[in-house]
């Protein structure tokens, strides 16, 4: 998806999800990690899943534990209480000054189905992936049609993993559907802009499955 790549495992997610994954418990096994982060140093937050639900089964997490076991790890981050919702707006009124606003920028450009905006909210070390995946007019149909689904999208937490910063969405559908997907952004000198870059890293992967199970405290 060009949104958020990190929904690699959501089952019955369009086809879009998967090909960007391609591209880019019980017993309680604590691995802590403590990161330090800008602005959010006082605060952390815990993220813990079971072993099966990881992503990347061959990894440190999952290795020589059952798939009932528990991974967990806590971060440099805070919740927002309220959740702050995440408007539509035009692409002339985009700005990345903020985590916050580049989020706008984001679930604006994929409703709007707007392939050059779709990239601008991009870094540049990514472009050139998600350059073949706009270009695919079935898969950017899929993607567009999910995100003209979703009625109301809001932040209810962020999170800092060393250098990028993870906004934690909650998206609600026209179908009464509500998903829960962390979306990773890194600072440029252009502003705050999304990455790929924490698909296949193993502290990210134990944050996704955590915020898709309810693990987040």
């Not at 802590?32 to 089964?57: H, I, N, W, Y």
């Not at 209480?81 to 984001?106: F, G, N, Q, T, Y």
């Amino acid at each position: 998806m060009f949104l958020d790549p990190s929904r690699q495992c959501e089952r019955g997610a369009p086809e879009l999800l998967r090909r960007v994954q391609r591209l880019v418990g019980a017993l309680m096994v604590a691995a802590v990690v403590l990161q330090p982060g800008a602005g959010q140093e006082s605060s952390r937050l815990t993220f813990e899943a079971k072993v099966s639900d990881l992503g990347l089964q061959t990894g440190s997490f999952a290795r020589n534990k059952k798939p009932d076991d528990i991974v967990q790890v806590t971060l440099p981050g805070h919740k927002i209480a309220p959740p702050r919702a995440v408007p539509l707006i035009r692409r002339a009124d985009a700005k990345w000054a903020s985590p916050e606003s580049c989020v706008d920028s984001i679930r604006s450009a994929n409703t709007a189905g707007d392939a050059a905006w779709i990239l601008e909210n991009f870094a540049p070390g990514d472009q050139a992936d998600v350059r073949r995946l706009v270009s695919d007019p079935d898969l950017a149909k899929r993607n567009q049609d999910y995100y003209k689904s979703v009625s109301k999208a809001e932040i209810m937490a962020l999170v800092d993993l060393r250098e990028y910063r993870v906004a934690v969405l909650r998206e609600e559908t026209v179908q009464a559907k509500a998903v829960v997907v962390p979306l990773t952004m890194v600072k440029t000198p252009a502003g705050w802009r999304q990455t790929n870059a924490l698909s296949k890293d193993e502290t990210f992967d134990v944050l996704w499955a955590a915020v898709r199970s309810g693990g987040m405290r």
